[in-house]
């Protein structure tokens, strides 16, 4: 098994950066990009198959209705809350408000 994957970007190999240049001369392409496997502790997960965000991007944009179709959402999560609390601050200058949002834990339900 190979030890890298190909970016994943549809395009990658377009972008022009010098580490994308291959071939010998008189026949030079730009190529998409090698990502090592497990590169010395960097998180795995998205960061195996995309080089840069904007690859990453690009790939989201290209296929967001196919990625939807795999785990589609039709309600909407909702995480329990205490009641929120306003807490005003003033200064010789003026005052500001602030609005205190926490969550409850599990335990709490």
Same mark, same amino acid.
């Given at each position: 098994? %190979?030890?890298?994957?190909? =970016?994943?970007?549809?395009? =990658?190999?377009?972008?022009?950066?010098?580490?994308?240049?291959?071939? !010998?001369?008189?026949? /030079?392409?730009?190529?998409?990009?090698?990502?090592?496997?497990?590169?010395?502790?960097? #998180?795995?997960?998205?960061?195996?198959? *995309?080089?840069?965000?904007? =690859?990453?991007?690009? *790939? %989201?944009? /290209?296929?967001?209705?196919?990625?939807?179709?795999? %785990? #589609?959402?039709?309600?909407?999560?909702?995480?329990?809350?205490?009641?929120?609390? /306003?807490?005003?601050?003033?200064? !010789?200058?003026?005052?500001?408000?602030?609005? @205190? @949002?926490?969550?409850?834990?599990? %335990?709490?339900?």
């Amino acid at each position: 098994m %190979a030890d890298y994957h190909w =970016c994943h970007g549809p395009s =990658c190999h377009t972008h022009v950066t010098t580490d994308r240049v291959r071939g !010998s001369k008189g026949s /030079k392409v730009l190529r998409t990009r090698k990502i090592k496997i497990n590169n010395n502790g960097y #998180p795995s997960g998205m960061w195996q198959y *995309f080089c840069s965000n904007g =690859c990453y991007n690009d *790939f %989201a944009r /290209k296929h967001v209705e196919q990625i939807i179709r795999i %785990a #589609p959402r039709l309600e909407p999560l909702e995480t329990p809350i205490e009641d929120p609390k /306003k807490e005003t601050t003033e200064y !010789s200058y003026g005052s500001y408000t602030r609005t @205190i @949002i926490n969550k409850l834990d599990n %335990a709490e339900q």
